[in-house]
């Protein structure tokens, strides 16, 4: 099918995506750990539709898997298993950005213009204006995710911006067309272990240290 | 003749809208909190009751405090004749410019800002100081939306766009989305509406928009209180001529098509003050300080509409 501007083909993947990006910053605005993780979780719901729709335009069956394991890991399990180790540990609920909400944001729409500048000049010639935008904001968000990782003390935000990263590098392949379904789930099997791993070094971090602010691990690293 | 006659409808029904919209959004949500609330039609009484008494005025006040009313009511009246409603080609329709509308709501808000401050009380300097600071993300962030408008429709001017977005052709935008959140983010904050401001309280320590007019009285409180209603009515009839354009009718005289115009208008303004009355039910007002934050995200997600517009239209 061709896609361009005014088909509802195009136009509603191209809604999708930037609702996913919309997510990103919604979560470097979040103060409270609950709105960060309800943030999260719509972001994957939305990254689910986004390759349902893919699967459906280009008639492409894998990726309904795709957008079930996307929503059924993403959308449900992850949030509610933070949920639950958040009453676990009883974490107070506030998230210590490293630096400010307001600075965090100007360096998200920096790094949106850095993504600009990558994507114009490989993208020169040939390319429709089309497949620019979408790859904009997939590399855009595999970035806010790393920014989210950077701007938080607390360890489960920093598994979330991890988690959001991967939410682009899904977002950049579902667009693509003819990507073997063996590749998504390796890709979903990764996160899932990205994940337990995550929890398993948060509980450490927790015991070890009795909170999961990370800037106290600077301390552990004996070079000092 | 046709264009007088379109504009003069549209003046008058905006100005009879605009204390019903207040009263409305009142009613819906003192319904939606489980309240009686006063009846929609509650600030027409208030407004014929304020203005047949004299206002009161502090000794020290200058002709400042006289003025400012009548210019900033003056303003957003002017602003919200250039909103098409029922009807294009209205008799204003070439000067109905996004910039120029920006404007004239910059002058009300800068009249409003000079009474808060020309008796020298605590509480005006303490509101107008506010609203400046607000100003000064808000207007940018308005700028950006309509730069957004703009690179799609190639102009400025609200009747274009509104042709432009009715006809189809530019799809569903991205840029839009993000642009639609930056206004509305905008519009909460320009109406002193919960989360920024609370247009129910007398409250000290968290007024806005009240702490400037809390010394008016009279006449000049009616003003104040008609200002704040037009721009109200302004900001919902701005976002439906932008993103619900459906149903306007074209230029030309065509009475059945203003019929059907104005009541599709009337039911557009409808679902928004439902939408406005939900989203200040359902969430808290916050700190005077995370104001700028949130401002500010509205003014980087018009950025990055601004951005991404750019690189998917102006460099094929």
């Known amino acids: 099918m061709m896609m361009s501007f005014g088909t509802p083909a195009y136009d509603i993947s191209h809604l999708l995506g930037g609702g996913v990006l919309l997510l990103s910053f919604v979560l470097l605005y979040q103060r409270r750990l609950g ?44 949030p509610l298993a933070l949920r639950l180790l958040i009453g676990r540990l009883g974490l107070h609920k506030a998230v210590e950005p490293a630096f400010g909400i307001g600075a965090s944001l100007l360096a998200a729409i920096g790094l949106v213009g850095l993504s600009v500048m990558v994507v114009l000049p490989i993208t020169a010639g040939g390319v429709t204006p089309l497949a620019r935008v979408d790859l904009t904001i997939a590399l855009s968000v595999v970035l806010l995710g790393m920014l989210a990782m950077i701007a938080r003390r607390n360890a489960i935000s920093q598994v979330i911006g991890l988690l959001t990263l991967e939410n682009g590098l899904i977002l950049g392949a579902v667009g693509v067309t003819g990507m073997p379904l063996v590749v998504e789930l390796s890709t979903a099997a990764l996160v899932l272990m990205v994940a337990v791993v995550a929890a398993v070094v948060v509980f450490q971090i927790r015991d070890r240290l009795d909170t999961l602010d990370t800037s106290i691990l600077d301390r552990q690293r004996g070079d000092a | 003749m046709t264009a007088a006659l379109t504009q003069l409808l549209h003046i008058a029904l905006v100005l009879c809208a605009a204390p019903v919209v207040v ?13 009686v609330g006063a009846h929609p039609l509650q600030p027409w009484r208030d407004l014929l009751k304020l203005l047949r008494k004299r206002p009161v005025l502090a000794d020290n006040a200058s002709w400042i405090s006289r003025g400012a009313p009548y210019v900033a009511a003056a303003a957003t009246a002017a602003a919200l004749a250039l909103v098409p409603s029922f009807a294009r080609g209205m008799g204003f329709a070439p000067l ?118 809390l010394e008016a009285s009279g006449r000049h409180l009616a003003l104040w209180e008609a200002a704040s209603a037009l721009k109200l009515t302004l900001w919902l009839a701005l976002i439906a001529a932008v993103f619900l354009p459906f149903g306007t009718a074209p230029a030309g005289f065509a009475p059945l098509g203003w019929l059907i115009g104005a009541v599709l208008w009337v039911a557009k303004m409808a679902v928004l003050c439902l939408a406005l009355a939900a989203f200040e039910s359902a969430i808290a007002k916050m700190r005077v300080f995370r104001v700028p934050e949130f401002l500010g995200a509205a003014l980087l997600l018009g950025v990055l509409g601004a951005i991404l517009l750019f690189v998917s239209t102006r460099l094929a």
């Open chain 2, 96 to 213: 109905s410019d996004l910039v120029l509308i920006a404007g004239l709501l910059a002058l009300g808000r800068v009249a409003l800002a000079l009474a808060g401050l020309d008796v020298g009380t605590a509480f005006g300097g303490l509101g107008a100081a506010r609203e400046m600071s607000f100003a000064a993300l808000a207007e940018p962030a308005l700028l950006l939306a309509a730069l957004c408008f703009a690179i799609l429709a190639g102009t400025t001017s609200l009747e274009g766009i509104a042709v432009t977005f009715q006809d189809g052709s530019v799809g569903l935008r991205v840029s839009l989305m993000l642009a639609l959140i930056a206004l509305c983010a905008v519009g909460v904050a320009e109406n002193a509406r919960i989360p920024v401001d609370n247009p129910a309280t007398h409250l000290e320590l968290t007024m806005v928009h009240e702490a400037m007019v």
């Open chain 2, 23 to 35: 009263g409305g959004v009142r009613w819906l949500k003192a319904r939606m909190m489980g309240r």
């Open chain 1, 35 to 78: 709105a960060v993780i309800n943030a999260f979780a719509v972001q994957g719901a939305l990254l689910a539709c986004a390759a349902a729709w893919q699967g459906f335009v280009q008639g492409a069956p894998g990726l309904y898997v795709t957008a079930v394991i996307a929503f059924g890991a993403k959308a449900v399990a992850i």
